[in-house]
C-alpha cells in the first residue's frame, strides 16, 4: 500500500486547510485510514482516523473543529481543518492500517504550520 498526501501550507490562525491522502496498491487490505501529525520535539500522536465503515474518532484536541472523511470509491482520506491554531503547527502524516491493524502504513509528512 503506497499513500501520497498532499494540502499542507501555511496559514494564518482561524484558517482552514484540507489534507487529502490518495491510497493505492493492495487498498482492499485497509481498513483504518487517518492522520496523525508530530510537532518538533514531540511524540507523534493520532488527530483523526475513519473506519471503512465510517466510524470516526478524533484527538480531544481537534473536535469540533476538524473532519475527517473518506470517498471508499476514490481510495482518499479528507482532514478538513478549520479555527486552525498555532499549536496545529505540525507534520501531518496519512496512515492506514489493514483489517486487524496487523499491518500499518505511512504517507510522508506535509507540513501545515498556522502563523498567530
Known amino acids: 500500500v503506497q499513500l501520497q498526501a498532499s494540502g499542507g501550507g501555511l496559514v494564518q490562525a482561524g484558517g482552514s486547510l484540507r489534507l487529502s491522502c490518495v491510497a493505492s496498491g493492495n487498498i482492499f487490505s485497509i481498513n483504518v485510514m487517518g492522520w496523525y501529525r508530530q510537532a518538533p520535539q514531540k511524540q507523534r500522536e493520532l488527530v483523526a482516523d475513519i473506519t471503512s465503515g465510517g466510524n470516526t474518532n478524533y484527538a480531544d484536541s481537534v473536535k469540533g473543529r476538524f473532519t475527517i472523511s473518506r470517498d471508499n470509491a476514490k481510495n482518499t482520506v479528507y482532514l478538513q481543518m478549520n479555527s486552525l491554531k498555532p499549536e496545529d503547527t505540525a507534520v501531518y502524516y496519512c496512515?492506514?492500517?489493514?483489517?486487524?491493524?496487523?499491518?500499518?502504513?505511512w504517507g510522508q509528512g506535509t507540513q501545515v504550520t498556522v502563523s498567530s
Open positions: 496512515n492506514a492500517d489493514s483489517w486487524g491493524r496487523k499491518y500499518h502504513y
